[in-house]
Nanobody, 124 residues
Framework: QVQLLESGGGSVETGGSLRLSCVLS????????MGWFRQAPGKERDWVATIDSNGGRSYADSVKGRFTIPKPSAKNTLYLQMNSLKPEDTAMYYCAAEIADGYCYPLASRFGYWGQGTQVTVTS
């Protein structure tokens, strides 16, 4: 069984920063692809960023240059550093994971494990 626990959401003004955290706990030791997705009300769940088992990071064009996945402080810990936040970044942010060795597909359908989500609100 795999569980993901997110934290770090909140409300900030335009231009502000937030850091999201996600901790993965599992019954077995596996190699994971991990990522962040977000979903605004009435919209589909969109890919934000992923990190593969080799540490390779990918970012959606909408967040490139503003969001980063910092080096984790522990195994199976995932962060999302969000800078220069905009109102259009407002959404529920979800941590996701899938057992994989290598490339991470930037598609929600390719991830089988999800956290409960953490709300990020950016006010103008």
């Amino acid at each position: 069984q795999v569980q993901l626990l997110e934290s770090g959401g909140g409300s900030v003004e335009t231009g502000g920063s937030l850091r999201l955290s996600c901790v993965l706990s599992a019954d077995t030791d596996s190699t994971y692809c991990m990522g962040w997705f977000r979903q605004a009300p009435g919209k589909e769940r969109d890919w934000v960023a992923t990190i593969d088992s080799n540490g390779g990071r990918s970012y959606a064009d909408s967040v490139k240059g503003r969001f980063t996945i910092p080096k984790p402080s522990a195994k199976n810990t995932l962060y999302l550093q969000m800078n220069s936040l905009k109102p259009e970044d407002t959404a529920m942010y979800y941590c996701a994971a899938e057992i994989a060795d290598g490339y991470c597909y930037p598609l929600a359908s390719r991830f089988g494990y999800w956290g409960q989500g953490t709300q990020v609100t950016v006010t103008s």
